[in-house]
């Protein structure tokens, strides 16, 4: 705790200190934290036991700053927005009140992870990305380039059949990581699902900013990285994205793109890594029925007692018991179902309309694809119960697409300034997570 406070006071004290610019630096480290840094880090940093609840470091850090960056930017909120966000506290106040009824610290501390710091966080993210070109064009570049060096390093892991990083940390807090048989790659997250969630957000964000040649070779190599995660889901939904953006793309028929792109594949195709992926993929979608049973359970358990969802107040990772009590043979796999069950449709409704009011409608578009596939992913397994990430990945999914109109697309190369980029015609627990994220 000493350490998680230290790190609390770090971050609040740089953001106050901070001019404009860097206020928007520290966001941005703030995000990266978020991406480079499992939970598993922040568990050997504390030196706790198996099993006991800890803070996720980066989250603390995260969670200064997004404070003080909202307390500090001047805000153009309308009234709508303002009730909007009353809401949105009155529903985390009432999480909290909750969770501290039921589940007591260890579902606070997994609340404060996973559901608080990510939210406010996003709001600090989308005060920043309306009122800042510079911060818009840095935050995409800042996910298109984590993931093609999460692609690198994935593509490293499987080919070594080792994490290589915090490999301790997991065989001590991660019931499902094996050591001796490592067959999906994870990249710096604690599960390979999140990484594919995390992909798959750059992939989309590939295919709706970047302007250039360099956007199919780029969507290429993320696509690889999706398919090292071993996520049937994800990697459907990346070739249904890409499908969907070469048939309305402007820049489908450059030939420089189509040429860099054909070469590309054919080199990729013939690595043996990418082939014993593939096949390891083909055949898990054959013979693999443990995850797709999971899920079935759990729409089951949901059909069989609707009321625990709609008016249940079990506390925030109540859900996971349902496993160890034997009621499900895995964990409810569905990050809105836990959501249900732990805090009850009031609280739910509370916590998503507040953060939803803060968003501009928009026009139904290409862009669409962000907040669709996001959500269809992580809808897909426990995540937005057991991940701080995967939490602020889905809720920046829709304040991309609800601020579309001030998203420049990056054209040249992907370093390029912002300030220089032509603008787009306008449109519109932790010690849970071990147990939570089953196969996908």
């Known amino acids: 705790m000493i350490f998680a406070s230290a790190i609390a006071f770090l971050g609040a004290?740089?953001?106050?200190?901070?001019?404009?610019?860097?206020?928007?630096?520290?966001?941005?480290?703030?995000?990266?934290?978020?991406?480079?840094?499992?939970?598993?880090?922040?568990?050997?940093?504390?030196?706790?036991?198996?099993g006991e609840a800890f803070l996720h470091f980066p989250s603390v850090f995260g969670f200064a700053v997004a404070i003080v960056t909202l307390t500090r930017e001047t805000s153009q909120t309308t009234r709508s927005g303002k009730t909007g966000l009353w809401i949105l506290f009155v529903g985390i106040g009432l999480a909290t009140a909750i969770t501290l009824t039921e589940t007591g610290r260890s579902g606070l501390i997994s609340l404060a992870n996973c559901m608080i710091s990510p939210i406010l966080l996003s709001l600090s993210t989308l005060k920043l990305f309306r009122n800042y070109q510079e911060f818009r064009g840095n935050l995409v570049r800042l996910f298109i380039w984590s993931g093609l060096?999460?692609?690198?390093?994935?593509?490293?892991?499987?080919?070594?059949?080792?994490?290589?990083?915090?490999?301790?940390?997991?065989?001590?807090?991660?019931?499902?990581?094996?050591?001796?048989?490592?067959?999906?790659?994870?990249?710096?997250?604690?599960?390979?699902?999140?990484?594919?969630?995390?992909?798959?957000?750059?992939?989309?964000?590939?295919?709706?900013?970047?302007?250039?040649?360099?956007?199919?070779?780029?969507?290429?190599?993320?696509?690889?990285?999706?398919?090292?995660?071993?996520?049937?889901?994800?990697?459907?939904?990346?070739?249904?994205?890409l499908a969907i953006s070469f048939l309305i793309s402007r820049t489908v028929r450059l030939v420089p793109s189509l040429i860099v792109s054909l070469f590309l594949a054919l080199s990729?195709?013939?690595?043996?890594?990418?082939?014993?992926?593939?096949?390891?993929?083909?055949?898990?979608?054959?013979?693999?029925?443990?995850?797709?049973?999971?899920?079935?359970?759990?729409?089951?358990?949901?059909m069989q007692n609707p009321t625990e969802f709609l008016f249940g107040l079990n506390g925030f990772t109540s859900s996971f018991a349902l496993k160890s009590t034997s009621v499900l043979n895995a964990t409810l796999e569905n990050g809105v179902l836990m959501w249900l069950y732990d805090l009850g449709i009031v609280c739910f409704t509370s916590v998503v309309f507040g953060f939803l009011s803060q968003l501009r409608p928009v026009s139904i578009n290409s862009k669409t694809l962000i907040p669709t596939t996001l959500t269809i992913m992580v809808i897909s397994y426990s995540s937005i119960s057991a991940s701080p990430v995967a939490t602020y990945i889905w809720l920046t999914g829709f304040i991309f697409i609800c601020n579309i109109s001030k998203l420049n697309p990056l054209s040249g190369k992907l370093s390029k300034s912002a300030d220089n980029i032509t603008h787009l015609e306008s449109p519109p627990p932790l010690n849970h997570i071990h147990n939570s994220l089953e196969d996908d």
């Open 149 to 241: 060096l999460e692609t690198l390093l994935a593509s490293a892991q499987y080919l070594q059949k080792s994490n290589l990083i915090f490999s301790q940390q997991l065989i001590d807090y991660q019931y499902w990581y094996s050591a001796a048989s490592y067959t999906r790659s994870q990249g710096t997250f604690d599960h390979p699902l999140i990484l594919a969630t995390f992909l798959l957000l750059a992939l989309v964000l590939t295919l709706t900013t970047l302007e250039s040649w360099w956007k199919w070779p780029v969507a290429l190599i993320l696509l690889v990285g999706i398919i090292l995660t071993q996520s049937r889901s994800a990697v459907s939904l990346a070739i249904f994205s």
């Open 268 to 302: 990729i195709w013939n690595l043996d890594v990418f082939q014993q992926a593939l096949l390891s993929l083909l055949g898990k979608n054959e013979n693999d029925y443990g995850s797709s049973q999971a899920r079935a359970d759990s729409l089951a358990y949901l």
């Open 13 to 50: 004290l740089l953001a106050l200190l901070a001019s404009r610019k860097y206020i928007l630096r520290l966001n941005l480290i703030a995000i990266g934290f978020l991406i480079f840094f499992p939970t598993v880090a922040s568990a050997g940093a504390s030196n706790i036991g198996v």
